[in-house]
């Protein structure tokens, strides 16, 4: 496999194949473990990458799913347009709650705003989005040129806040932060634990936690809920999908925070362990197994019988309703390969979930994960931060002299530490299986020749590789939009997932995709007058 990849890399000037070797793992046991992969750093320019920008990091995926408030882009217009409406992230009303997901809001910035500052208008837009809309919050995120100018947004959301009388927060994530949206993720963690978590009081249950890093793309947050609640838990504030800022402002009154994504929510996770106490535990409801897995680990650490009894009840009455339908979609899969490219938790997850189906992944890889994301929390002491990164703030926080409050006894902890991922991410590399590839910001180039090497029947990762796949005669599922299906997550998601790679990969086109002429004998004949 070495030698295959070293002459798809031969291509590359000596300088780009230096690099790109350490981004690319072959996963082998008897090597010294944990393997290592360059991660998180700048992408090569004109290398046609998948990654995205720090504004979408921030805007697009850790503000954006929050309903009540007006997410406002400072800027030309094409940044707000283009993540207008284009993630999933569902929201539901309660009540008379505001629900502004359908919107997109843009200060527009024109030739003069470039010239002479956009701060006016941005303080205009504010005042008008005030008197439209009345919402409790308005965040700013700031665009590429906005941080070029100069404009102080940051002075303009201080002065709106006092004039309005409601939450004005400012988020510098111009694009060119950082090297990929993880910059933008981490500029909204430390915004939200600045401004927002902790600003609010109310009582809380026994079972209450907050479930971080869920998007609820086509609905998957709403499944997760479903079987918590079944459970018995109370979900004290979602972050961000289908959340709001008010529930936000209590978060700190859960007693455990339930992390999915922990790329882009494990700073507000630490924050908010140093902060308050809580601890958070890292689960993945992508997958049956792993789906289960989370509950049950969930319960030892409220360790209570009830609990237990309701998890082992909900599990068992998930399962009868679920398994006939897997086990049909199953014999479709089984057997089968996947590749999977996806930004920086979900070609984890999603290995767990092929896995139920009988698919073995062959590849994966992340946009924009970082090393710890590859190979466990264990190696975060030995990450050097570069120049690139370096202008994204790391925010120090001090324990709340109010709400700092000690959850499990050292002995306790000590023993849950051994037995579930409390406070730890293990990393993907490590469930992996031996021979298969891991590269990280995989590029256009190696998508194509990498297809062709390794041939996997699925290829899943997002919507500017979809056709790329396709046209290959590859069926390709996106993991970023679900192509528009989903919920993916829990029980019943895992059923509508099996479902639709099914379809795919049942779908007559593909045996139609090499015409006749080019595998069947072709009757000749001669004109005869
Ligand atoms: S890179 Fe800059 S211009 Fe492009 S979307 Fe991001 S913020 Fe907007």
Same mark, same amino acid.
């Given at each position: 496999?070495?030698?295959?990849?070293?002459?798809?890399?031969?291509?590359?000037?000596?300088? @780009?194949?230096?690099?790109?070797?350490?981004?690319?793992?072959?996963?082998?046991?008897?090597?010294?473990?944990?393997?290592?992969?360059?991660?998180?750093?700048?992408?090569?320019?004109?290398?046609?990458?998948?990654?995205?920008?720090?504004?979408?990091?921030?805007?697009?995926?850790?503000?954006?799913?929050?309903?009540?408030?007006?997410?406002?882009?400072?800027?030309?217009?094409?940044?707000?347009?283009?993540?207008?409406?284009?993630?999933?992230?569902?929201?539901?009303?309660?009540?008379?709650?505001?629900?502004?997901?359908?919107?997109?809001?843009?200060?527009?910035?024109?030739?003069?705003?470039?010239?002479?500052?956009?701060?006016?208008?941005?303080?205009? $837009?504010?005042?008008?989005?005030?008197?439209?809309?009345?919402?409790?919050?308005?965040?700013?995120? $700031?665009?590429?040129?906005?941080?070029?100018?100069?404009?102080?947004?940051?002075?303009?959301?201080?002065?709106?806040?006092?004039?309005?009388?409601? +939450?004005?927060?400012?988020? !510098?994530?111009?694009?060119?932060?950082?090297?990929?949206?993880?910059?933008?993720?981490?500029?909204?963690?430390?915004?939200?634990?600045?401004?927002?978590?902790?600003?609010?009081?109310?009582?809380?249950?026994?079972?209450?936690?907050?479930?971080?890093?869920?998007?609820?793309?086509?609905?998957?947050?709403?499944?997760?809920?479903?079987?918590?609640?079944?459970?018995?838990?109370?979900? @004290?504030?979602?972050?961000?999908?289908?959340?709001?800022?008010?529930?936000?402002?209590?978060?700190?009154?859960?007693?455990?925070?339930?992390?999915?994504?922990?790329?882009?929510?494990?700073?507000?996770?630490?924050?908010?362990?140093?902060?308050?106490?809580?601890?958070?535990?890292?689960?993945?409801?992508?997958?049956? !197994? !792993?789906?289960?897995?989370?509950?049950?680990?969930?319960?030892?650490?409220?360790?209570?019988?009830?609990?237990?009894?309701?998890?082992?009840? @909900?599990? $068992?009455?998930?399962?009868?309703?679920?398994?006939?339908?897997?086990?049909?979609?199953? +014999?479709?899969?089984?057997?089968?390969?996947?590749?999977?490219?996806?930004?920086?938790?979900?070609?984890?997850?999603?290995?767990?979930?092929?896995?139920?189906?009988?698919?073995?992944?062959?590849?994966?890889?992340?946009?924009?994960?970082?090393?710890?994301?590859?190979?466990?929390?264990?190696?975060?002491?030995?990450?050097?931060?570069?120049?690139?990164?370096?202008?994204?703030?790391?925010?120090?926080?001090?324990?709340?002299?109010?709400?700092?409050?000690?959850?499990?006894?050292?002995?306790?902890?000590?023993?849950?530490?051994?037995?579930?991922?409390?406070?730890?991410?293990?990393?993907?590399?490590?469930?992996?299986?031996?021979?298969?590839?891991?590269?990280?910001?995989?590029?256009?180039?190696?998508?194509?020749?990498?297809?062709?090497?390794?041939?996997?029947?699925?290829?899943?990762?997002?919507?500017?590789?979809?056709?790329?796949?396709? +046209?290959?005669?590859?069926?390709?599922?996106?993991?970023?939009?679900?192509?528009?299906?989903?919920?993916?997550?829990?029980?019943?998601?895992?059923?509508?997932?099996?479902?639709?790679?099914?379809?795919?990969?049942?779908?007559?086109?593909?045996?139609?995709?090499?015409?006749?002429?080019?595998?069947?004998?072709?009757?000749?004949?001669?004109?005869?007058?």
């Amino acid at each position: 496999m070495k030698q295959k990849l070293d002459k798809i890399l031969e291509k590359y000037p000596a300088a @780009v194949f230096k690099n790109r070797k350490q981004h690319i793992v072959v996963k082998d046991d008897s090597a010294e473990q944990p393997q290592t992969i360059a991660a998180n750093v700048r992408t090569i320019p004109g290398i046609i990458t998948n990654r995205g920008c720090c504004y979408a990091g921030c805007k697009g995926v850790v503000l954006g799913p929050l309903r009540d408030a007006v997410v406002l882009t400072h800027g030309p217009i094409g940044c707000g347009y283009y993540t207008w409406g284009t993630r999933r992230n569902k929201g539901r009303t309660k009540g008379d709650e505001l629900n502004l997901l359908a919107y997109c809001f843009s200060t527009d910035l024109q030739e003069s705003d470039i010239v002479f500052g956009g701060e006016k208008k941005l303080y205009q $837009a504010i005042r008008e989005a005030v008197d439209i809309f009345k919402p409790k919050t308005i965040f700013i995120c $700031a665009t590429c040129p906005v941080g070029l100018i100069g404009d102080d947004i940051h002075a303009v959301a201080l002065r709106a806040q006092k004039e309005f009388g409601i +939450k004005v927060v400012a988020f !510098s994530c111009e694009g060119y932060k950082g090297v990929s949206q993880s910059g933008g993720h981490h500029i909204a963690n430390n915004g939200l634990i600045k401004h927002i978590i902790g600003t609010g009081e109310k009582a809380v249950g026994k079972y209450s936690i907050n479930l971080l890093g869920e998007y609820n793309i086509g609905g998957d947050g709403w499944e997760i809920e479903r079987i918590l609640k079944k459970i018995g838990y109370e979900i @004290v504030a979602l972050i961000p999908g289908n959340g709001t800022v008010e529930d936000l402002k209590y978060a700190h009154k859960a007693t455990l925070n339930v992390i999915q994504c922990h790329r882009s929510i494990n700073y507000i996770g630490d924050m908010m362990r140093t902060k308050y106490g809580q601890d958070w535990l890292k689960v993945n409801f992508i997958g049956i !197994s !792993s789906t289960i897995k989370s509950l049950r680990d969930l319960a030892r650490y409220f360790d209570d019988p009830d609990l237990y009894a309701r998890t082992e009840a @909900v599990i $068992a009455e998930e399962l009868e309703e679920i398994t006939p339908q897997i086990e049909e979609y199953r +014999k479709i899969c089984k057997g089968k390969t996947a590749a999977l490219f996806v930004g920086g938790s979900r070609a984890h997850h999603y290995q767990h979930l092929f896995k139920d189906l009988g698919v073995e992944t062959v590849l994966a890889g992340y946009e924009f994960a970082h090393r710890d994301d590859y190979e466990g929390r264990e190696v975060l002491p030995t990450i050097k931060e570069d120049g690139d990164s370096k202008n994204i703030e790391n925010l120090e926080v001090e324990p709340d002299p109010k709400h700092y409050r000690i959850f499990l006894s050292k002995e306790k902890y000590e023993q849950l530490k051994n037995e579930i991922q409390l406070n730890d991410y293990t990393g993907m590399i490590r469930e992996m299986k031996n021979g298969s590839l891991v590269i990280d910001d995989l590029n256009h180039y190696e998508t194509e020749e990498i297809l062709k090497l390794l041939k996997p029947d699925i290829f899943c990762s997002g919507i500017k590789d979809k056709y790329v796949a396709h +046209k290959a005669g590859i069926f390709s599922k996106q993991l970023h939009s679900y192509d528009y299906s989903g919920p993916y997550a829990g029980f019943r998601g895992a059923v509508i997932f099996a479902r639709d790679i099914a379809m795919g990969l049942k779908t007559p086109s593909w045996k139609l995709v090499t015409p006749p002429w080019k595998t069947q004998p072709i009757i000749e004949g001669s004109y005869v007058c």
